[in-house]
């Protein structure tokens, strides 16, 4: 056999997985979690039979970038699972279910996102409706920052003044115009409760709201979009319809088990 062909065949053949030992414990706390929600620390540690300082690191790193969710001391799978759900095409539901995704769709005509705060960053976790351009840039990139997304935005005006100035002091010297510019839309959409954002080159116009649990804390923000000529001179009424659909889903339990 030629030294070429026999090269061919060594290249395509595959590669034999093998266990690593980092990988293999971060998985097993997200399986964990998975079939256990709620578990501790300590639990978790026992689960892994491994150092605490070890699965400390781990679980922190999972909670930075939204793999993990924190409540009361206890874990669950975060929003960052879901975003990724939504990027392969199927919808989850939580606090905020589908059938009221597609009751504020059918109301407005317009495409609908929910997103939720992982870390520094929104994540789009379920849509309903149809708009081509933005379903495609919201499943090709689940992670962006607040600052850059209607939802994002009224997110953060939401949050408590502690965490917004946080937030905001965290942002890299590229994001200045962005910061600049949330501040100056901040007494508007503390008021109106009703964040804007222009996106794709002026194309889409997006209409977004923090959704509220029974506590009144944000735990997520919902969007609606369109195309600019479509949606901005609808802006009053759509602004309306969207805070009615808002306050009736601030009256849904919430699950333990969800992220949001």
Do not use: C
Not at 92 to 101: E, K, P, S
Not at 156 to 165: D, G, N, T
């Amino acid at each position: 056999m030629p030294a070429e062909q026999s090269d061919q065949r060594t290249a395509r053949a595959p590669r034999e997985p093998q266990n690593h030992r980092t990988v293999d414990r971060v998985t097993r706390i997200l399986e964990e979690v998975v079939y256990k929600p709620g578990m501790t620390f300590a639990e978790l540690a026992r689960a892994l039979d491994a150092p605490k300082s070890s699965v400390h690191g781990f679980i922190s790193g999972l909670l930075a970038k939204g793999w993990l969710y924190e409540a009361n001391h206890r874990f669950y799978l975060g929003p960052a699972v879901y975003g990724l759900t939504l990027a392969s095409g199927h919808i989850r539901a939580g606090l905020v279910t589908h059938d009221d995704l597609a009751a504020l769709n059918k109301a407005t005509g317009l495409a609908v996102f929910l997103g939720v705060q992982a870390g520094d960053h929104l994540i789009y976790v379920s849509e309903a409706g149809s708009d081509a351009v933005v379903s495609f840039e919201a499943r090709s990139n689940i992670r962006r920052t607040l600052l850059v997304t209607a939802g994002g935005k009224a997110l953060l005006a939401a949050r408590s003044a502690v965490e917004r100035e946080a937030y905001l002091r965290r942002r890299p010297a590229d994001e200045a115009e962005l910061v600049e510019n949330f501040l100056n839309e901040y007494e508007t959409i503390r008021k109106t409760r009703v964040a804007t954002n222009v996106r794709l080159s002026g194309t889409r116009f997006a209409i977004g709201m923090a959704v509220q649990n029974q506590s009144g804390e944000p735990v997520a923000a919902v969007t609606l979009v369109g195309p600019t000529a479509e949606v901005q001179p609808r802006m009053n009424k759509l602004s309306k319809l969207l805070i009615q659909h808002v306050d009736a889903w601030s009256q849904h339990s919430m699950k333990a088990r969800e992220a949001i």
